[in-house]
């Protein structure tokens, strides 16, 4: 139970102030007890912080999962993807996991590097399956151009990056114009 409270104290610490600027003392202040007894649960920061992605990864699988589900009875597949990057942006908000992970997808920290782009990659990877499922039931039924499907993924990921990025570096009205342009552009080149 202390481990639990403890990663989310992290989680919280690492997103707002990254791994460099998070302090153990301070994580361990928000949980009610003494820094020592961190390492009663964790080897030491850099595990923390793994553990903490970790849990974020498999918790942001799990929503996409959701979503994915939730969204496929309602709507139509265009919908869902546009509806996907508007969820990031909403959730980046409001959601201590999603700041978190976004943060540290483009900006790992460089000793953690390895371990880092590791759990990112394997995270990125699972999601081009989910959306590739998607968008394979999209082309079956008609709701999107008979396309190669390894090659529209990979435009929506690239597509998704690049709006992220934006978000995070250049601010609401940037990402909104970045947003609509490059949406405009997918969306005409999956219109069956």
Known sequence: ???????????????????????????????????????????????????????????????????????????????????????????????????FLLRMMFFPPPPLLEPVMERVNGYLDEMERMLAGVCEQGMANGQLAKLDLNTVTAAFMCLLDGVLVEMLLGGPVRFKKRLDASWTMFRRSISP
């Open 1 to 99: 139970m202390t481990a639990n409270r403890i990663l989310g104290a992290a989680l919280e610490h690492f997103a707002e102030s990254g791994y460099e600027g998070a302090a153990l003392s301070d994580i361990a202040r928000q949980v009610g007890i003494r820094t020592p007894s961190i390492y009663a649960h964790f080897k030491n920061k850099d595990d923390l912080f793994l553990s903490v992605i970790d849990k974020a990864v498999a918790d942001q699988l799990e929503r996409l999962a959701a979503y994915f589900a939730q969204q496929g009875e309602q709507n139509t597949i265009q919908d869902q993807l546009y509806g996907l990057v508007i969820d990031y942006e909403e959730r980046y908000k409001s959601d201590s996991n999603v700041k």
